[in-house]
């Protein structure tokens, strides 16, 4: 396969002697499953270099098993970070060394790591701890993670940072506060950054991407149109972001798969009493659901 669906971003631009005639390289959070790992396989099949986060370094390596079978010329690379804790010198420290590595030339970011409680607790039911490392995975660590590739995008753009958020955060339902609330930082922080850019001109397309239920390790609902498989929505989220002669930059805002798009469309246009009832219904289903689950399996 060729980068052809990400050309804007394939280049030798800022590239040092040790970087030229290699591939630019991806930088993908959380992918050691889900729509982080596809992020991963998809940009190498296009023929990216990728730099794969995440905790668990037996789980990294499994994943660069599987690019190298999809990928055998791809260098890969692991940064192994925990993104539930700060101060964070893994990660602070840890990436900038590893991006000031001669040969790495780094075009596109891919701020994908999320987590959340998956049982759907009462907010007054969490511990600070559990509220604590959401805040910290989902806001603190991908605005780190911003900052400290940024310089870096600067200077190989254009480049492409893409903060991966949740249509949660335009209709936040009950049980999931800290998880959207963080989600709704990831909003404004990418639009803001994005407008920094423009007002800077810069070249660095900075892109809030927006996806419903996805099918992954925190999604258990089955497969349907709307609830689409992590490889297919990631594919749409590739060609999302396709540079042509009529949109050069992606949009600050990218809802990439059609039907959660059209969700959108409703959240923007219909009354919030509506919206809000129809959020708290299916969360409160789902809920349910996972409670009787449990209680079976106890």
Known sequence: ??????????????????????????????????????????LAALG?????????????????????????????????????????????EGLAKLLDEPDVRLTVVISNLGVNELSYPKLDEQSS???AGIVLANAFYPAEVARICLPHLKRHEPSLLVTVTSIGCWAPPPYLSPYCGTKGFDVSFSRSLHNEMIC?????????????Q????????????MVPTSADWVKAGIAS?????????????VVPWGPHAWGMFFIAWAPAFMVNAIARSKVVTMRDEYLAANAKDK
């Open 1 to 42: 396969m060729s980068a052809s669906a990400l050309h804007r971003y394939w280049h030798e631009n800022g590239a040092g002697p040790s970087a030229r005639g290699k591939a630019p390289f991806a930088l993908v959070t959380g992918s050691t499953g889900g729509m982080g790992e596809e992020w991963a396989l998809q």
């Open 200 to 212: 800077e001109k810069r070249q660095v397309d900075i892109v809030c991407m927006v996806p419903g």
């Open 214 to 225: 996805v099918s992954s390790n925190m999604c258990l609902e089955p497969v349907s149109r």
């Open 241 to 253: 972001l396709r540079s042509t002669w009529w949109t050069p930059r992606p949009g600050a805002v």
């Open 48 to 92: 990216f270099n990728v730099i794969i986060q995440g905790r668990n370094k037996g789980k990294l390596e499994t994943v660069r098993s599987q690019i190298h079978k999809l990928a055998p010329d791809a260098d890969v690379r692991l940064l192994v970070t925990e993104a539930t804790v700060y101060p964070n010198p893994a990660l602070t």
């Open 129 to 131: 701890e559990s509220v």
